[in-house]
C-alpha cells in the first residue's frame, strides 16, 4: 500500500476526534498521522538483514493489534505525564495504529500481515483485496508506483473529503 491509505486514516481520525485541551488541532492531527504511517518503520528490517517472514520482518510484530495495542499504552503514559487525557490519547493513538495492519491485509501482494503476533507468526490477507501492494522505494515514482498512488487516493477519498472537511465555528 503507498500509505495514501494511511495518510487519509490519520487525517480522518483526527477530525472525527475531538483534540485533547492543550494540544493544537495541526498537533492533533500531525501526531495521528505519524501513528498511522509508524508500523511501516519495520521497512528497516531489510537493512538489517531481517528477512521479510520473520516475526520482526516487513509487515510482522510491528502491524500485530499488540503492537498497536502496547504503543496505545505508551502514549496513555506520556499523556498522564503531560496532563493530557490519557484514555483518549492511548486509545485513539492505538486505534489509529490498529487500522495499518486492517488496511494492509486488504493488498493484493507480499506475505500477510501478522494481526495476531506474538500469539502466532501465521500471516494474514482479508477475503476482499481492494488495494495494489506498492512498490517499496523509489520503485514508487514509477510511472506504475504513481498509478498505484493515484488508484489508492480514489479509493480513500471519502477519508480525505471527511479529514480536511471544514469545522463550524
Known sequence: MPSVGHLAVGLAAARVTRHPDGV???????????????PDADVLAFRLGIPYGAPYGHRGAFHSLAFAALAGLALAATAKVLRLPALVVGA???????????????????????????????????????IPVAPIGKRILS?????????????????????????RK
Do not use: Q, Y
Request: charge should be positive; include cysteine.
Open 143 to 167: 510511472p506504475a508506483g504513481l498509478g498505484l498512488v493515484a488508484w489508492e487516493a480514489l479509493l480513500f477519498l471519502p477519508f480525505f473529503v471527511l479529514g480536511f472537511w471544514p469545522r
Open 92 to 130: 485513539t493513538g492505538a486505534l489509529v495504529m490498529a487500522t495499518h495492519g486492517l488496511l494492509d491485509t486488504m493488498t493484493d501482494g507480499g506475505k500477510g500481515i501478522a494481526l495476531l503476533w506474538p500469539l502466532t507468526n501465521e500471516r494474514f490477507f482479508c477475503p476482499w483485496r481492494p
Open 24 to 38: 493544537r488541532p495541526w498537533a492533533w492531527a500531525t501526531l495521528l498521522v505519524a501513528l498511522s504511517f509508524a
